[in-house]
Nanobody, 115 residues
Framework: QVQLVESGGGLVQAGGSLRLSCAASGSSSSANAMGWYRQAPAKQRELVAF???????NYADSVKGRFTISRDNAKNTVYLQMNSLKPEDTAVYYC?????????WGQGTQVTVSS
């Protein structure tokens, strides 16, 4: 069974930066795709960014130009560099990894951006 362990969340002032990491273990192969989602209180979970095994990326319009997703296939790890953070970025951030027809989620890490 695949397990995803996230780290890097915390409290930061508006305009600051954070780097999230998500390490996958328990699989003999690299994930087909990995991504980051977020969920604010009383709101639905939304896609922030994803990256394919080949390195193709997609971003939500709200974070484009500020966030960068990357991955290290050898380490089965995906990263999310978050710059120029805004209070509206405050949410629980979740890592997701896809292996063929299977998908796995991390436990979530809190990101709080103060004004």
């Amino acid at each position: 069974q695949v397990q995803l362990v996230e780290s890097g969340g915390g409290l930061v002032q508006a305009g600051g930066s954070l780097r999230l990491s998500c390490a996958a273990s328990g699989s003999s192969s690299s994930a087909n795709a990995m991504g980051w989602y977020r969920q604010a209180p009383a709101k639905q979970r939304e896609l922030v960014a994803f990256i394919s095994s080949g390195g193709s990326t997609n971003y939500a319009d709200s974070v484009k130009g500020r966030f960068t997703i990357s991955r290290d296939n050898a380490k089965n790890t995906v990263y999310l560099q978050m710059n120029s953070l805004k209070p509206e970025d405050t949410a629980v951030y979740y890592c997701k990894a896809s292996y063929g027809i299977s998908a796995f989620w991390g436990q979530g890490t809190q990101v709080t951006v103060s004004s």
